[in-house]
């Protein structure tokens, strides 16, 4: 009876697991979605509509939930978390700081909203991704200059920014018109992190304070240096979205018009949906996401991989490069990918040329030096996630045989060895039978 | 007297008879002698080869005996000096590996199946049988039989020749000692016969010596030097020319075709010194030449035209030696070869071999554990070589001196030494116990006149002939004797005539008889004062494998296979293709025991990789990870001796890894690596 309730179980649960992140299959497709409050699944339900209709399933629990659990039997049950639980001192359940950062260490991904009043756990985690919030916990974005205008006249710390990262990877190639309206804490990015990426900056003339006290000291955070949203793509490829405003993904603001201060331009609808929609796309390996495969070399004419090369062999390499799209493999273009023949440092460095079909290809000849080398493929694009592709391929010198037999150069000495032997010859017959 | 003659001439061929037969199963004894006292590590240990060196000579022994002769010539090996491999081929003495794997072949041809490690274990041994024979054939051109079987019995078991040989230290050395001897032999040979039959064959050995250890610079610059020897001190004969030229031309002709010799053969200053010696045997054979057909009067003016040409000829050549020794940075020389002329310089220029304990001085008790009872032997051979002074007897003395001063300079080459001792040991233990015998025979009571003759006869015809020898008009005529058997009889006779006239100056040499016996009796005790040292020193000293360690303590022997487990972890538990990092000692090792590439090893040619080693091992932690990370390095292994007291890891090593980094990278400096305790001081109490 309990073998035939695994296996129903089992059945019941293969097809989740065949949906799970694969490496053929970057996409997510399990999302554990932790809430302060039930409130949030219909405050920002546009936002999690969007994800559901892209295929996604979202797992709604509360942050103090005691069920909660990432893992079971070693194999974690998600594939991406959302953490909309700013105030949440303590997760429930095994979930902890160093379960998230497990977590994301094993290649998963994760978005995380904060906001003025965030909890030091939350804190935490966004500074073991290098983010530093503010640390006065009533501290708020402010700017006086670019601010969204609405019917009161508030404290203006609802900004509207358009200072966006340039990349069509993590945004989508739609350039965002509308500003995006953003009303929370400011973070700065650890100089120590080379990963983070700042997507949405303050314009100069914010300031991140709080806005009911009076300003005694300078604020810590000024300018363009204060994030509002950044990301990060890990050294295993996996993203994460962190954002200082929890209500930049809410029904409201994605509904609202927005007018910069400043600014005539008045839109029916702020760029937030559109922002957001294209981050969390990235950050769900729905754009960005590159692999190589079917790397090949071999001698001019021949078909096979040798184990070795030789010395002034010429040799052609060949990759194929795709990207996924959401729901396929298609190829990727660009005509910056470059192959090195390294050994310590790089000896051949070629631009490959593409078919447009995803094939990358090119030829050279081996330099006149022996040793171990390595064709390498160091492809980090902006966006993308990278490429680092590495064979390992001995090169020997000539062997004893494939040297040049006779030299033109050296015949002199050829002519001076034969006629030694030939005189010395004729030399012992005169003088011993000569008498 | 006609039939008295005859009577004794029959008597003493049956004696001849008996004697040759007694030095063969002599010979075959100390042969079973020299291969058995080496058995000792497979007895008390295991037949498994030893240290470090030995375990690259059997991978590339593997190597050859799988993938055959071709291969094994053009290997490039991509597993050790990663990334930038190793053209095993063209940088190995070939010698050892190409024995052994005849040998292998040879054996497995026969349908006797031995592994390769088995081979490898037992070469060194059966090398030290053919190099004790060889010492036999040496020392009995320069002073006969009798020395001869001593000298090669001692060397048979001489400590210092063990520490290199016991079964299983499968090194280059274990066949060039035989090389060098047999090499030595046959140059001795030659110039006692004036035979071109030997002198190609001398030239063929020393082309295996070449092949097999770098230490054939050593025969290529003593041959000459006992040739100039021979030239100023008058010696010229043509003899001398046979022995020296062709080995010369063939010699070199023959060295550069060994790959990891090559041009070398021609272009460094190692080898100059024949080259020189071979044009001034040329002129002073021309020189001999014109005086036997000038008059007297006309040789005159011939000499000094000869002499204002060929000054100016030779300044010509020495400018263009000079400035072609002078364009190379290190003026021609090795360094290890450097560090010979000048003990000094190693330590000071060259940490990478001064930080080799092999390379270093020898203190005083080493020589006595190497060659014990030889050190005082010796000054009496030497002596015993000057009486009568011949031209092989002359090239023995100056070998003993040569070594004497090189083994002086560098530990290792107490090898070198150590033959050079045996000779001379057996020669003056056989020329006293011949002295002594005597004696006791002509004071012996009851003893016949007859046999008295014979028993002279044999005991001092070759001390005759030698005598006859040391007259340099004479210089022929023992030669013609030895070669020509035809006309033994006629020869016998000759020799009886004059050794009953010098019977009469010996009778003047006799010793007291009760001082001959108690010397007798001294010597044999002095002999076994050497074999009991000489066993204990195989059993004891020289057998340890050092991979396998052992200790005694309260509770019995402790037997530590750390080594062996820790390749066999890299090995079971790592990558194929991963790298692993260590101090260059435990380079061959890995690649032949762990199966993984390395980054330095012991064949210590790139001085810079090294220093990269060096640099990471003695830098913090985020520096070395990434100086390893640009070397594809994933494991490092590091050997911790102070739990067991093992003295020979890496801490003891570290101020030679911070030496040698520092020597390439200046960021690395000694004194940031000692604390304040003064080990400049220190270094010198310790000396």
Known sequence: MTNLSIFITFIFVLPFLCHSFSPENPTDRRILVLLDDFAFKSSHSIFFNSLQTRGFELDFKLADDPKITLQRYGQYLYDALILFSPTAERFGGSLDLAAVVDFVDSGHDLILAADSSASDLIRNIAAECGIDFDEDPSAMVIDHTSYAITEIEGDHTLIASDDFIQSDAILGSTKIEAPVLFKGIGHSLNAANSLVLKVLSASPSAYSANSNSKLSNPPSLTGSAISLVSVIQARNNARIMISGSLDMFSNRLFKSAVQKSGSSNKFEKSGNEQFVTEVSKWVFHERGHLKAVNVRHHKVGEADEPAIYRINDDLEYSVEIYEWSGTSWEPYLANDVQVQFYMMSPYVLKTLSTNQKGLYHTSFKVPDIYGVFQFKVEYQRLGYTSLSLSNQIPVRPFRHNEYERFLTAAFPYYGASFSTMAGFFIFSFVYLYNK | ?687
């Open chain 2, 1 to 687: 007297m006609t039939m008295a003659a005859s009577e004794t001439a029959k008597g003493s061929s049956l004696r001849y008879a008996f004697g040759n037969v007694l030095s063969f199963f002599t010979l075959l004894l100390i042969g079973v002698l020299a291969f058995s006292i080496r058995l000792f590590s497979v007895i008390k240990y295991e037949s498994v080869i030893h240290e470090f060196d030995p375990y690259f000579n059997y991978r590339v022994t593997q190597y050859l005996t799988k993938n055959g002769i071709y291969d094994f010539w053009n290997w490039f090996d991509d597993r050790t000096w990663y990334p930038l491999g190793r053209v095993i081929g063209g940088t190995v003495y070939p010698g050892l590996t190409l024995t052994a794997g005849s040998l292998w072949w040879l054996l497995n041809s026969l349908n006797i199946p031995l592994s390769v490690e088995t081979v490898c274990v037992f070469t060194a041994p059966i090398f030290s049988a053919n190099a004790a024979w060889a010492t036999y054939l040496l020392t009995k051109e320069v002073k006969g039989t009798g020395a001869g079987l001593t000298a090669a019995v001692l060397l048979a078991m001489v400590p210092s020749y063990i520490s290199r040989s016991v079964a299983g230290s499968y090194d280059n050395e274990a066949v060039a000692i035989f090389a060098l001897i047999f090499t030595f032999y046959l140059y001795i040979k030659t110039l006692n016969t004036g035979s071109l039959f030997y002198a190609t064959l001398n030239a063929i050995s020393y082309f295996y010596m070449v092949c097999s250890w770098g230490g054939y610079t050593f025969i290529i610059n003593l041959i000459p030097m006992h040739v100039l020897l021979c030239i100023v001190t008058g010696r010229y004969s043509s003899r001398l020319y046979i022995a020296y030229a062709p080995l010369v031309v063939l010699g070199t002709l023959l060295a550069s075709l060994v790959p990891v010799v090559g041009f070398n053969a021609v272009m460094t200053s190692e080898h100059f010194a024949s080259f020189l010696v071979f044009i001034i045997i040329h002129v002073v054979a021309l020189v001999y030449y014109i005086k036997g057909i000038l008059s007297p009067k006309m040789f005159k003016v011939a000499v000094t035209l000869v002499v204002s040409v060929g000054l100016v000829v030779c300044c010509a050549v020495i400018a263009v030696l000079v400035a072609l020794v002078a364009s190379s940075p290190t003026k021609g020389w090795s360094g290890r070869s450097l560090s010979l002329l000048d003990p000094t310089y190693a330590s000071k220029y060259i940490p990478i071999i001064a930080s080799v304990s092999e390379h270093q001085p020898p203190t005083w008790p080493s020589y006595f554990m190497d060659i014990n009872v030889l050190a005082f032997l010796v000054p009496a051979g030497i002596i015993a070589c000057f009486l009568p002074l011949s031209d092989a007897s002359s090239f023995v003395v100056l070998y003993i001196v040569t070594s004497v001063y090189f083994s002086g300079v560098m530990v290792r080459l107490m090898l070198v030494f150590a033959p050079a001792a045996c000779i001379m040991s057996g020669i003056a233990l056989s020329e006293a116990f011949d002295v002594l015998t005597r004696s006791i025979k002509f004071q012996l009571p009851g003893v016949s006149e007859n046999s008295q003759i014979n028993g002279g006869d044999t005991s001092t015809g070759i001390v005759v002939t030698e005598n006859d020898a040391g007259k340099s008009d004479k210089i022929e005529e023992p030669a013609k004797e030895r070669s020509s058997k035809k006309n033994r009889r006629k020869e016998k006779e000759h020799v009886e005539k004059v050794s009953l006239k010098s019977k009469i100056e010996k009778r003047l040499l006799v010793l007291p008889l009760e001082a001959s016996i108690i010397a007798i009796l001294l010597l044999v005790l002095l002999g076994a004062f050497y074999v009991v040292h000489c066993v204990w020193a195989a059993a004891e000293a020289y057998s340890a494998p050092s991979i396998v360690l052992t200790s005694y303590s309260n509770d019995g022997l402790h037997v530590f296979d750390d080594f062996r487990e820790a390749y066999a972890w890299l090995s079971h538990n790592t990558e194929v293709d991963d790298k692993v990092a260590s101090w260059w000692d435990y380079g061959y090792q890995t690649t032949a025991m762990a199966n993984r590439t390395v980054i330095v090893d012991n064949n210590t040619w790139n001085n810079t990789h090294i220093a990269t080693v060096g640099t990471a091992m003695s830098s913090p932690e985020k520096a070395a990870w990434e100086i390893f990370n640009s070397l594809d390095v994933k494991y490092v292994l590091v050997v911790f001796g102070g739990l067991v007291g093992y003295p020979s890891d890496d801490i003891n090593k570290f101020l030679w890894m911070v030496r040698i980094g520092g020597g390439v990278f200046p960021h690395i400096k000694e004194p940031d690596y000692l604390v304040d305790v003064c080990w400049e001081k220190l270094d010198d109490k310790l000396d």
